[in-house]
């Protein structure tokens, strides 16, 4: 993993990580980065660790390896949002298929970083994460668009009067394309809103597609398709036939 020092302003001051990676060598490395970047780590080694102690109340943020010695990322974090909690997380992994990406985002990470990555990436990714988390008050009406209703003060998604169960990260993508109704959206722009950094290759267009095919099979279950694919373009909320 190249490792840089990107100087980044951006994040909250003394935001507190918890960093779960069994590599003790890299986890050291990260720690040693991530404190001179200015942020406050806590560091453990596997997933039952992480699950039996639980994530620290004042912990701002999770970065969890995929490949742990017991259980995987994506088991400790699907148990964690099953039990409630709503920490932000990111995967850090070597596993960079569409289906990795689609068990990953479907257990309830906000990011995933595949290896091998530079420090400079990680931190413009845990800033853009605390700002999202933090962001709040900032719509207080609900979003309409045909029988689909988005409310974000209850933080709520229903269509045609039945609730849609979504994650956070598919909440935020569909709010911004109702915001965007009509509009044709390019994956960069999705990841620009959603993400909050600009399209860095393959991996981020694939993080698109796996949240647009999740939100079909949720919001397109409940009745005519709304959200739509314009090949060479981008997605776009409409009416069929509009």
Partial sequence: MKV???GTNARP???RILLVEDDEPLAELLEAALRHEGY??????????????GPDPECDLLILDVTLPDLDGFEVCGRLRRAGCELPVIFLTARDSRADL?????QGCDDYLTKPFS???????IAAVLRRSRRTGSEDRALRFADLVLDDRAHLVTRGGTEVVLSPTEYRVLR?????SGQVL????????????ADGGRGDGNMVEVH??????KIDAHGPALIHTVRGFGYVLRVEGD
């Fill in 212 to 217: 647009i095919s999740q939100l079909r099979r």
């Fill in 186 to 197: 390019s994956k960069a722009q999705i990841i620009e809103a959603v993400w909050g950094h």
């Fill in 119 to 125: 420090l400079e990436e990680l931190t413009l990714r």
């Fill in 40 to 53: 406050d780590i806590v560091t453990m080694s596997s997933g039952r660790e992480c699950l039996s102690v």
């Fill in 13 to 15: 001051p003394r935001a």
């Fill in 4 to 6: 840089t020092t990107s």
């Fill in 102 to 106: 689609r068990t990953g985002f479907a």
């Fill in 176 to 180: 911004y394309l109702l915001h965007r």
